[in-house]
Structure formats: structure tokens, C-alpha cells
């Protein structure tokens, strides 16, 4: 889940789209498919279950800023999309609060209790106590706070971390 609001402009924007084009070539190495879903105003799916890294960029390539950060409006559509397979992880990358930060954590406890997976990746200013707040349900909560120039790295970890059936 892709965060492209106003806030996410230049530096942020540009080390998202990285870090998002190593993570899925992880994923997809492990023979896995890739969804990504972009959030603003609204949530709107950019990929569906991509199996091919040039498909996968393709659709982060034309990813754009504006709007403001509706959260669970992505969490709701992860959750539809989801809903169609077993389990998975769903990774959050924002820099910021949501617009409505209980319609959030209503919407992650529903991934949650479906089995699936939540992990955050923050820029500076993100608030991590509530990323921990989104990703808990975990052993220990995936979510992290970087610098914008981190961000491409710290999605990079998150995608070599093992999916929860390899644990």
C-alpha cells in the first residue's frame, strides 16, 4: 500500500518507487505475486497479483501525488483483495498520519483477524507508535520510521524478511 499524497512529493515519492521495484523483484524471485494498491483521497489498485517485474514497474513508474491520506480506504480494498486468497502481507508505506486514524486500526484489525500480515514502513514525521499500532498482531510489530533517503532501503528489508508461513 503505496502512499501518494501531497506530503509525499519529490525525495519520498522517488525512494517509495525504488523501494517498491526491489521489493517485488524479491518477492518475485521467491515465484510470488505482487499487488500494489495507491492511496490518497482515494485507494486504487495499480497492480494485481503481477508476477513480472516489468509489469510490476510499469504500474510505479506513473504513480503520482495529490490528495490527502486515506488510510483505511486502503486497508478496506487490501482487505477485499486479499479476502480472494489465504493469508499474504499486506506492507504500508506513509509519511504521515491518516485522515481518520480509528476508521485505520478498524480496518487493520479486520486484515488481522483474516490472517493477514501487516508491515509499515515510515518516512520522518510518520508516527511510529501508531505504525506499531497498525502492524501489531505480529511477535513483534513489523513497522519502522527513516529518513526519506532510507525509505528505498528499509522497503528493501522488509520485502527479504520471511513471509509467515517460512517463520
Do not use: Y
Not at 486502503?74 to 486479499?82: F, Q, R, V
Amino acid at each position: 500500500m503505496l502512499d501518494v499524497s501531497a506530503s509525499m512529493e519529490g525525495e519520498c515519492l522517488r525512494e517509495m518507487k525504488g523501494g517498491c521495484l526491489e521489493a517485488a523483484s524479491t518477492l518475485l524471485r521467491k515465484g510470488l505475486a505482487v499487488s500494489a494498491i495507491a492511496f490518497e483521497s482515494e485507494a486504487t489498485p495499480i497492480a494485481r497479483a503481477v508476477r513480472s517485474i516489468e509489469e510490476f514497474h510499469a504500474c510505479v513508474k506513473r504513480l503520482e501525488t495529490r490528495g490527502s491520506t486515506a488510510l483505511d480506504k486502503a486497508l478496506n480494498l487490501a482487505h477485499e483483495i486479499m479476502s480472494e486468497g489465504s493469508g499474504g502481507v499486506v506492507h504500508l508505506i506513509t509519511d504521515g498520519l491518516p485522515d481518520n486514524r480509528e476508521a485505520a486500526l478498524r480496518e487493520a484489525s479486520k486484515l488481522k483477524r483474516s490472517g493477514i500480515v501487516i508491515r509499515c514502513s515510515g518516512v520522518t514525521g510518520a508516527d511510529l507508535a501508531f505504525l506499531a499500532q497498525i502492524a501489531g498482531g505480529e511477535p513483534k510489530p513489523q513497522a519502522a520510521v527513516t529518513q526519506a533517503q532510507g525509505l528505498k532501503a528499509l522497503i528493501s528489508s522488509a520485502a527479504a524478511l520471511p513471509l509467515p508461513r517460512e517463520s
